[in-house]
């Protein structure tokens, strides 16, 4: 098996050799051109003069004066309702077979279209991923070994003409039959939709695997790492898994996680970042030396940015019709920015609720920064989920604790705003010294929250309790396991239904 390893390695190497990466600018303009003339012809398409756009001296500035910025509420009500009802050449051409079900944490009813251009565009960055494995330190009998993707049920929802269910789930249901091969924990367990049951499958048969790699959403990997360890009555994950040299991980940020998943190893992996959303697979991890992400530029989706601002936004989170609107050659870096993409799903010029800061303009890598929805900004804090994550890692330090998730909202006071926040850890603290330790290190990072301190608001409280808490709420009120987020950022009153169940669990 390591002559095969090498075999592959090598070919991974002379495909390397043989490509090139293409000119972010180009690249894009091709794949706007592409889509447009694909969809000409569909009703979408039609109503926005697509022929007559294919024929502008400048398509990218054309395709923005004639299109809107749609989010799914805009997107459903005028054109993907007849999806649903059956219609075809909606927004795409041909009928639809796969709506993915949003598991993000601004809503749990979005159903995203998913077309077969999606599926092989998902494919082939999927390839990429791969691809870009030879820039990484890892021995040749890796290219042999299984890959574990910890994902949502493959068990789809049928429907009169349709199936739906999570991306990860769709994705894995169509996985080419060269790669069930290597495909962990395999059809038959991925279709268990009982989070609890797949995972005590998963740890009956975890010792006949040999894992390479692992994929998922850390707060349920970490949780099936546990469970497997102690089923098994190990002491960390690499007693019956010594080949496992790479995590793919994805969906939020990973650092949070990193300490606490690490005691489960006998040693650190390889850390790979990839932003596969409902809507598509938007960018990959392809170089060891930077946790940013080279967005994927060649494969049917097209991107835009739109400043993260007061002027741009609206008070329910969304770009405003006469927002000032950048391709990625405009674009620059360390700059928020609200994402908006046009894919071969039919999504055109779709704001998908992530912000995003470009790292790397030459590489065209990016950090997702936080959501447009979770974004903390009632009474003038302007607090980024990005700049949330790094305040939470530097209380890990100072009070020698892990945290991996956490939850903040503004809520009211005698009167005045705090921001109140709950805190998931392995470990107690006082909860006065990390509220004070978490508004210092804000006031440091965030010049708006420190002026906001100074007037609007008035304290800041924590309380830290177990993560498992955080995992029995999601359970309960949204989904455990699979692609499901823990949010962020709560409404008032959405965070004071939260805290009476964490305060019933108590």
Known sequence: MAVIGELIKKAIDVYGLITSEPDPATAQREVLRHLITKARLTAFGKKHQFSDLLTSDDLVKAFQQ???????????????????EGHQNVTWPGGQQYFALSSGTTSNSKAIPV??????????????????LKNFDLPSDFFTKQILMLGSSTSLIEKDD???????????????????????????????????????????????????????????????????????????????????????????AFEPYRKSLEKLFARPLTYIDTYLTSEGYLATQKRPDTSSMALILDNGIFFEFVPFTDENMDENGRVKPDARVL??????????????IST???????????TVMITDKQRSEIKITGRTKHFLNVVGEQLSVFQMTQAMQKLQQQ????????????????????????????????????????????????????????????????????VEHFYRWSEEYKKLGGQAKIPRVMKEEDFREFEQYIKALA
């Open 66 to 84: 004639a299109v809107p910025v749609h989010d799914y509420d805009k997107l459903y009500t005028d054109w993907w309702h007849y999806l649903l």
């Open 115 to 132: 077309t077969d251009d999606m599926l092989e565009a998902i494919r082939k960055s999927g390839i990429q991923q791969v691809m870009s």
């Open 162 to 252: 349709h199936q739906e269910g999570e991306i990860s789930g769709i994705s894995a249901a169509n996985l080419p039959a060269w790669f069930r091969t290597f495909y962990k924990p395999g059809i038959e367990i991925a279709s268990i939709k009982d989070w609890d049951e797949k995972v005590r499958k998963i740890a009956q048969e975890a010792p006949t695997w040999d894992i390479g790699s692992l994929s998922g959403i850390p707060s349920w990997v970490e949780m099936m790492l546990k469970e497997i360890i102690t089923y098994n009555r190990l002491s960390n994950i690499h007693e019956i898994w010594p080949n496992l040299h790479v995590y793919t991980t994805g969906g939020v």
């Open 327 to 340: 391709s990625l050659e405009e674009a620059e870096e360390n700059t928020d920015y609200v994402l908006l």
């Open 344 to 354: 071969v799903s039919g999504t055109w010029r779709y704001m998908i609720g992530d």
């Open 399 to 466: 009070f020698d604790i892990e945290i991996q998730e956490f939850v903040v909202a503004a809520v009211r006071k005698d009167g005045e705003y705090i921001n109140k926040w709950f805190i998931g850890s392995d470990r107690t603290a006082d909860d006065q010294q990390v509220a004070a330790a978490l508004d210092q290190a804000l006031c440091e990072a965030n010049k708006n929250y420190k002026v906001a301190r100074s007037k609007s608001l008035k304290g800041v409280e924590t309380e830290v309790i177990p």
